[in-house]
């Protein structure tokens, strides 16, 4: 492992306490852990913990990539077909422009379901019911849409089809992670906070998204909480089939075919539950190849992964603990720095 990349050191050093106050960095690349540093501590007050490179964080819309995984999984073993439509496992949508939604379709966020909804006006509902049935946004593989909706409508495919909640099918799928949702109280303190929110008061240990938190936090859009090292892991299933190295989670076509684009859009191309490099304004920054693959979080989390050069990168940050801004420019910057430190 080498002991110092010291430009994306240097990213992490001067963003340490005032645009996060937390982080780990974790560099792999030919499937070898190159580089893994934590920084800073959970908090910025008198209740903080120190972080170390094991620490779990909320992995907010990273959550999306595992239940992804876990339906590509499901069609590797012929249990979930890609393309037909899904009214025989959700048969709400019968009748419905719905009927027309495919597996494939929730993955590549063309299902034509609306981004999200104001948590507010979930109060009162039953949120499985009102995701399935709310008007569509869009024709059904018209465009993409990124939505939360159609993940946590995956999310409930993926219970029908297994018979499983979401915990135990994750816990089947990535046996040996630390990745889970709902941790329990004992470790609220060690899981660094992000919001302080008007609703919920501080927010740590519990999901930061509110349609999340609202659904007792297990959703197929985000609540997961992990580790630097259960990212990467699940990173390399996609990687090491890109590069014709052994891994054991899905059929190398399969998963080839997820980090491959499946839905244009001019701002974010989209593969089965990952996003593809579309421009050099993307979050990986200008020096990722145009084949990279990755995924962020609205906390602070986000993780690229470069074929061309086999190397992925992720940072598990809680930018959101200082407010809503876009933590991009510090994104790009560690991923840039991360390719010049490798490239020297």
């Known amino acids: ?30 499937g070898r852990l190159i580089f893994e540093r934590a920084y800073g501590a959970t908090r910025a007050d008198g209740d903080a913990e120190a972080v170390y490179v094991d620490t779990r964080f909320d992995l907010a819309s990273l959550t999306k990539l595992f239940v992804s995984t876990v339906a590509l999984e499901l069609a590797n073993r012929g249990l979930l077909p890609l393309d037909a439509p899904l009214i025989d496992v959700v048969g709400e949508w019968r009748r419905l422009p719905q009927s027309a939604i495919t597996s494939r379709m929730l993955l590549a966020h063309t299902s034509g379901m609306h981004s999200g909804a104001d948590y507010r006006a979930l109060f009162d509902e039953d949120v499985e019911r009102y995701v399935l049935l709310r008007e569509l946004a869009a024709p059904p593989g018209e465009r993409v849409i990124y939505s939360d909706l159609g993940m946590i409508a995956l999310g409930v495919v993926i219970r ?3 018979g499983l909640g979401l915990p135990a099918a994750l816990a089947r799928a990535f046996p040996g992670l630390s990745v889970g949702f709902t941790p329990p109280s004992r470790e ?29 936090g297990v959703a197929g859009h985000a609540g997961l909480f992990g580790s630097a090292r259960d990212v990467a892991a699940l990173t390399e299933v996609f990687l090491a089939a890109s590069a014709g190295r052994e891994q054991h989670v899905l059929a190398p076509e399969i998963a080839r075919a997820a980090v491959r684009e499946q839905a244009y859009d001019p701002v974010l191309r989209r593969g089965l539950g990952w996003a593809m490099k579309t421009s050099d304004d993307n979050s990986c920054g200008r020096l990722y190849g145009s084949e990279s693959f990755g995924h962020t979080g609205f906390t602070g989390t986000c993780v690229w992964a470069d074929p061309e050069r086999d190397l992925q990168a992720l940072l598990l940050t809680n930018t959101v603990y200082f407010g809503r801004s876009d933590s991009r420019p510090l994104r790009a910057a560690f991923f840039e720095a991360v390719v010049e430190d490798v490239n020297a």
């Open 1 to 30: 492992m080498n002991p110092s990349l010291p430009r994306a050191q240097g990213v992490l050093e001067s963003g340490c306490g005032t645009l996060f106050t937390g982080a780990v960095a974790r560099v792999e690349q030919g």
């Open 160 to 162: 029908r089809v297994t």
């Open 188 to 216: 609220f303190r060690m899981i660094p906070a992000t919001e302080l929110d008007a609703w919920r008061g501080r927010v740590q240990g519990s999901v930061h998204d509110e349609k999340a938190h609202i659904l007792n």
